[in-house]
């Protein structure tokens, strides 16, 4: 195979990962902070909060980069 291509396909696949993982978490996220203001219990809220600001950085941060 040439390894041009071999790259590219690589890349492709890379970003067609990170774009399903960026996707993915804002879903989840916007899901749960939905269901937690729903709910309207502020301990809740502040929970969730705090969740999606990790799975930000863990997740959403990363794959926003690559």
Not at 23 to 40: E, L, P, S, V
Request: positive net charge; proline residues 2%; aromatic residues 16%.
């Amino acid at each position: 195979m040439i390894l041009g291509f071999d790259s590219y396909l690589w890349l492709k696949w890379l970003h067609v990962l990170s774009s399903t993982v960026l996707f993915g978490t804002g879903i989840g996220t916007a899901f749960q902070m939905w269901f937690a203001h729903r709910r309207g219990d502020v301990t809740a809220i502040a929970v969730v909060s705090r969740n999606v600001v990790l799975a930000d950085w863990l997740f959403t941060l990363p794959a926003g980069i690559v």
